[in-house]
């Protein structure tokens, strides 16, 4: 069985941030945080402009896989 690439690394792209503007970019690549509780509501937790988690309408976002190394990168200039 194949292993999922970046487990713990999770990133999204931004296509609504209609209502949003200030704290989300439309087509922007945003961390998202493991929150079972805020998948159980439709949610995701994103670290959003303001350097913070806060649950968005799951939604809003289009999950992606990106590669090890770029995860990595991204993820220390959080």
Known sequence: MRKRRNATLQFAVCINNEGYE???????????VADAEAAKHGYLTIIDESGEGYWYSAQRFFPVEVPTELARALSASV
Not at 22 to 32: C, D, H, N, Q
């Open 22 to 32: 200030a704290s989300l970019e439309f087509g922007k690549l945003y961390r998202i």
